[in-house]
């Protein structure tokens, strides 16, 4: 067995970089419809921004701990954040050059154009000074005295330009309202051509007139991310937390990580604006003329041609659910799984509904971790409580950038009579769970719903989720009991048959892989099969790396970071693993160990990560019903087999995709289950 020291893993935040390239792969991928291109390139950005915002910002705060606790803990924040930069940037370059020579030709093509502010003719040109007046009450200007002593603020993530004068004393900055404002203008046009403009470039143009004083030099455009600092515990425990929340408790405003600015930005004038908002070198990112292309999500397709986009998959229907009059017969004769977005979110809320409105139905216990706007879900909710049922509902005040709508909804629920508890300090409640107790035969049967993904119909269409409906009572009893936990009534909950972090999670994972170790070391059937979402607890890691030693073949399917090196040689030359980015967010969570023979099937919410094991509510499922884990086990073949989508992680972390042998077929798994359970599911 190897010496832990001996035992090497990558940096998380270095390799969530490969992943964000596995994402950029996809806008490079010419066959992938052009408008889904757009949207790859949209959600690398947004993954960046939250990434220099949570990620990056952690580093930086790392850097004012006491050096011996850092030497202590073996960190090396600036080395690890000057790695990185140097990634971003040549990510950004790549972006860059896909965005100008891919995708811009191609719109083109499709008869599309969007039109620069060079590039405005004439009646463009008037059309951008009319909208602008439209606009007007929009636009703020303000003017920052460049001889230093003053605190100026840019909010983070919002668009600005920054305009240099001849006279260096000071330089203006106005923003670009796309908060108030669509960020995409359609010019109007008689020609069968379709032209759309940058707001961007419609407040450009009119710049002019807002500084009628001033010599204008240059006009730049900017963004700043600032760290998002109330994240930072969920990440990292014991002494160092503390040292970090010492250091940030009396701030209220986010320190900036990331100026974005416009590579055309003349040295002098960067160097004023870098002293001007009291940043770092480090803290400057050099990119493109616009920034924030997440708003790419909303690119108007004013062609409205279908070969631009993924063709429509119709959801497929539930051999029992779909016509299921009453989910609680069906329910009780046996469990019925679901997977998004292959099916319907309706099947979920005609649950709650009719939990809701079913006289029978004394009580309704649910975790919620991001709760949607306005939905099916919420008005149940309200409606079981219109009713007189009980109604409890757990929610994550914590789930990261959705807080305050959590919230919002909490009061909402609270005065309409519900019982709701937020999360607690240190811990976050991150399972999917549901439990619903009906009177039958003069007694209370319970019903659950144990998932993988959000109760939020909205991520259902793009997240492939796993979740099952039962009535079994060892599992429904099990899970009454982490409910009493969320409601503060029992501190640890007895569990032989869920998993549940923090409590039994880690010790019933370790158990398993020690018991593959053993049986491979006897010569017994052992192997581990599972997909996640990001691997990093290095316990768990450093067990895999013992069972590859023992012969124990690990096949692993993680779609975002990981800790883990695959494939070398003495250490983890038994673990295969693969990556999958394509059209829908693979988010689901499974695991399946050989045992001799006898394989146990789990499910859940929590990856092998420390946070989802140590620091989390989390309840990990097994499936017992042998239709249900024939149906899991064959989806987990399927990816397992991709071809076309899936990348091969190592230690190289090129991300090469998957290649199929000669003669063999082609398979894009997202595809292939979505045939597959279109096929089981035939009604």
Known sequence: MLKPEEKITRHRDLNWLSFNERVLQEAQNSATPLYERLKFLAIFSMNLDEYFRVRVSQLRQMKRVEKSIRKKLALKPSKTVKQILKEVREQQ??????????????????????????????????????????????????????????????????????VSFKDKSEFGVVNIPTDECERFIKFSTET????????????????????????????????????????????IDGLLAEKIYESLKQRTDGQPTRLL?????????????????????????PGGRYHNFSDFFSFPDPSNNPALHYEDLPPVKHSVLENAENYFAAIAKKDQSVHFPYMSFEYVERFIH??????????????????????????????????????????????????????????KFEEAGAKVIYSYPKIKVHSKIL???????????????????????????????????????????????????????????????????????????????????????????????????????????????????????????????????????????????????????????????????????????????????????????????????????????????DNVKARIQDLEEKNNFVQPQPGEKRIRSQYEIYNYLKEKHAL
């Not at 649910?366 to 509902?393: F, H, M, P, Q």
């Not at 690990?554 to 990556?579: A, D, H, Q, W």
Request: proline share 2%.
């Open 93 to 162: 370059n790549k972006f860059g050059e896909i965005y100008r020579e891919q995708i811009i030709p191609e719109l083109e093509t499709a008869g599309i154009y969007l039109v620069h502010r060079e590039d405005y003719n004439d009646q463009q040109e008037e059309f951008a000074r009319r909208y602008f007046k439209k606009i007007r009450k929009c636009i703020k200007t303000e003017m920052f005295d460049t001889a230093g002593g003053k605190d100026y603020f840019l909010k983070n993530n919002a668009l600005y330009f920054v």
């Open 192 to 235: 069968p051509e379709h032209k759309i403009t940058f707001l961007d470039d419609i407040v450009k143009v009119n710049i002019p007139e807002l500084f009628p004083q001033k010599e204008i030099e240059g006009i730049y455009e900017v963004k700043l991310s600032r760290d998002a600092e109330l994240y930072i515990d969920d990440e």
């Open 261 to 285: 600015y416009d590579a055309g930005m003349p040295e002098e004038d960067q160097k004023i604006v870098r002293k001007t908002l009291k940043l770092g070198k480090i803290d400057m990112m």
């Open 354 to 411: 009719q939990a809701a409105n079913d006289p029978l139905v004394k009580e309704i216990k649910i975790s919620i971790y991001r709760i949607a706007d306005e939905s099916v879900v919420t008005s149940a909710l309200l409606s079981a409580l219109e009713n007189g049922k009980n109604v409890t509902i757990f929610i994550e005040a914590k789930a990261r950038f959705d807080e305050r709508n959590n919230i919002d909804w909490g009061r």
């Open 435 to 641: 439990l619903v107790s009906r009177e039958e035969n003069n007694e209370l049967k319970d019903y659950a719903y144990i998932g993988t993904g959000n109760f939020n119909s909205k991520t259902s269409k793009i997240y492939c989720d796993h979740a099952v409906f039962t009535a079994h009572e060892k599992i429904t009893s099990e899970l009454s009991r982490v409910f009493l936990v969320l409601e503060g009534e029992l501190i640890i909950p007895r569990a032989k048959h869920l998993l549940i972090s923090p409590f039994s999670t880690r010790k019933t994972f370790t158990d398993m892989i020690n018991r593959e170790i053993t049986n491979a070391r006897m010569g017994k059937k052992a192997g581990i099969k599972a997909k996640m979402n990001s691997l990093e607890d290095k316990e768990i890691i450093d067990l895999l790396y013992d069972a590859s030693e023992a012969g124990v073949k690990v096949r692993l399917l993680v779609r975002g970071f990981t800790c883990l090196v695959p494939g070398v040689k003495n250490l983890s030359e038994n673990i295969y693993m693969t990556s999958i980015v394509d059209r829908f967010l693979e988010h689901g969570r499974i695991y399946l160990f050989e045992n001799n023979g006898n394989e146990e099937l789990y499910f859940g919410s929590a990856d092998w990560m420390t946070r989802n094991l140590d620091r989390r509510i989390e309840v990990i499922a097994p499936v017992y019903d042998e239709d249900i884990a024939r149906e899991f086990k064959d989806i987990l073949e399927i990816q397992f087999n």
